[in-house]
C-alpha cells in the first residue's frame, strides 16, 4: 500500500504530524495538503516542501487521507469529499465526530479509523488514543498508526466511546498539567521566590517527573513512596493534598470533561 497522504486542514496539529513523517523519513513529494488559507499553504510549501491547494478540486486524494479540519467544518468538507472516495483509508483527528456519523457525511465511506491526539504532539511528545471501524484491515490500521507515531505513543481501544476517556484524560490533560505547574509557580512567588526561579522550578519538577515515570518502569505510587520519607515535608504535603481531596477533585474534573466529550459527539452527530 502506498505511503503517499493527503492532509485536509493544515493548522496546528497537521503541521505537527507533517513535520514528524518528515523527520521519519517520508518524502514530502508524498504528502499534499488542502486549507483554504494561502498563508498555510504557502508557510507548508516553504517549511516542508509539500505540495498545498486551497481547495479540494485540484487536489490528489492518496491512498491515506487525514482529515485535519475543525469538527465544526467537517460536515461540509465531508460532503465535497465523500463523492471523490474510493478505497482511501480516511484517519480523523476531529475531535467529537463519531466514525458513524462521519461514514454518513462521506456517503457510506466505511473505511474510517478516529483518533485522539493531544497537544504535546508538536514537539513531538504527544499520545493519541485511536479507533477502528469495521471494514479497516490490518494493514491500515498499521498505516494509520505509523502516521501518529511521528507524533509521540498511540493506544488503540476497542470500544469508540472509550474515545471520550481518551479525551478527558489526555486530550485535556495537558491543560490540566499545565494548570497545576501554575498553581506551583504561584505557591513558589507566594513564598518569595522570584517569577523565573518558581517558574523553573516548577517547569523542570513536572518534565522531570514524568520522564523519570516514563523511563523508570515503575508504579507512580512506587515512585512517590520512594520520594516519601517518614516525617519529612513531602509527607506533609500529601497528606494535605489528601484532606482537600485531590484525588476526588481529578476525578471529577476528567468525568466532567468526558461528560462534555460525549455531549459534544451528539451535538455534532446532529448536524446534516
Same mark, same amino acid.
Given at each position: 500500500?502506498?505511503?503517499?497522504? /493527503?492532509?485536509?486542514?493544515?493548522?496546528? !496539529?497537521?503541521? #505537527?504530524? @507533517?513535520? =514528524?513523517?518528515? %523527520?521519519? *523519513?517520508?518524502?514530502? &513529494?508524498?504528502?499534499?495538503?488542502?486549507?483554504?488559507?494561502?498563508?498555510?499553504?504557502?508557510?507548508?510549501?516553504?517549511?516542508?516542501?509539500?505540495?498545498?491547494?486551497?481547495?479540494?478540486?485540484?487536489?490528489?486524494?492518496?491512498?491515506v487521507i487525514v482529515l485535519?479540519?475543525?469538527?465544526?467544518?467537517?460536515?461540509?468538507?465531508?460532503?465535497?469529499?465523500?463523492?471523490?472516495?474510493?478505497?482511501?483509508?480516511?484517519?480523523?483527528?476531529?475531535?467529537?465526530?463519531?466514525?458513524?456519523?462521519?461514514?454518513?457525511?462521506?456517503?457510506?465511506?466505511?473505511?474510517?479509523?478516529? /483518533?485522539?491526539?493531544?497537544?504535546?504532539? !508538536?514537539?513531538? #511528545?504527544? @499520545?493519541? =488514543?485511536?479507533? %477502528?471501524? *469495521?471494514?479497516?484491515? &490490518?494493514?491500515?490500521?498499521?498505516?494509520?498508526?505509523?502516521?501518529?507515531?511521528?507524533?509521540?505513543?498511540?493506544?488503540?481501544?476497542?470500544?469508540?466511546?472509550?474515545?471520550?476517556?481518551?479525551?478527558?484524560?489526555?486530550?485535556?490533560?495537558?491543560?490540566?498539567?499545565?494548570?497545576?505547574?501554575?498553581?506551583?509557580?504561584?505557591?513558589?512567588?507566594?513564598?518569595?521566590?522570584?517569577?523565573?526561579?518558581?517558574?523553573?522550578?516548577?517547569?523542570?519538577?513536572?518534565?522531570?517527573?514524568?520522564?523519570?515515570?516514563?523511563?523508570?518502569?515503575?508504579?507512580?505510587?512506587?515512585?512517590?513512596?520512594?520520594?516519601?520519607?517518614?516525617?519529612?515535608?513531602?509527607?506533609?504535603?500529601?497528606?494535605?493534598?489528601?484532606?482537600?481531596?485531590?484525588?476526588?477533585?481529578?476525578?471529577?474534573?476528567?468525568?466532567?470533561?468526558?461528560?462534555?466529550?460525549?455531549?459534544?459527539?451528539?451535538?455534532?452527530?446532529g448536524l446534516g
Amino acid at each position: 500500500m502506498s505511503n503517499s497522504i /493527503t492532509f485536509i486542514g493544515g493548522g496546528n !496539529m497537521a503541521t #505537527a504530524i @507533517i513535520g =514528524g513523517l518528515i %523527520a521519519d *523519513g517520508t518524502p514530502a &513529494a508524498s504528502i499534499e495538503v488542502v486549507d483554504v488559507s494561502s498563508e498555510t499553504c504557502a508557510r507548508l510549501t516553504q517549511q516542508f516542501g509539500v505540495r498545498a491547494h486551497v481547495s479540494l478540486e485540484p487536489a490528489q486524494l492518496h491512498p491515506v487521507i487525514v482529515l485535519a479540519v475543525k469538527p465544526q467544518q467537517l460536515l461540509d468538507v465531508a460532503k465535497q469529499l465523500g463523492p471523490r472516495l474510493r478505497s482511501q483509508l480516511v484517519v480523523s483527528i476531529a475531535a467529537g465526530v463519531r466514525i458513524g456519523d462521519l461514514s454518513r457525511w462521506l456517503g457510506g465511506h466505511a473505511r474510517i479509523v478516529r /483518533t485522539m491526539p493531544n497537544t504535546p504532539a !508538536m514537539v513531538g #511528545a504527544g @499520545i493519541t =488514543g485511536m479507533f %477502528a471501524g *469495521g471494514e479497516i484491515s &490490518a494493514e491500515q490500521c498499521s498505516q494509520a498508526e505509523s502516521i501518529l507515531r511521528a507524533v509521540g505513543a498511540v493506544v488503540w481501544v476497542e470500544d469508540e466511546s472509550e474515545l471520550d476517556w481518551v479525551t478527558a484524560l489526555s486530550g485535556s490533560g495537558p491543560a490540566y498539567v499545565f494548570y497545576f505547574i501554575e498553581a506551583l509557580e504561584d505557591a513558589g512567588i507566594r513564598a518569595g521566590l522570584s517569577d523565573d526561579v518558581a517558574r523553573r522550578l516548577a517547569l523542570h519538577t513536572v518534565f522531570g517527573a514524568a520522564k523519570l515515570a516514563l523511563e523508570a518502569g515503575e508504579d507512580p505510587t512506587v515512585l512517590r513512596n520512594k520520594v516519601t520519607s517518614k516525617g519529612g515535608t513531602t509527607e506533609r504535603a500529601l497528606a494535605s493534598l489528601e484532606a482537600d481531596g485531590f484525588m476526588d477533585m481529578v476525578a471529577r474534573a476528567v468525568n466532567a470533561a468526558a461528560a462534555r466529550s460525549k455531549e459534544l459527539g451528539d451535538e455534532l452527530g446532529g448536524l446534516g
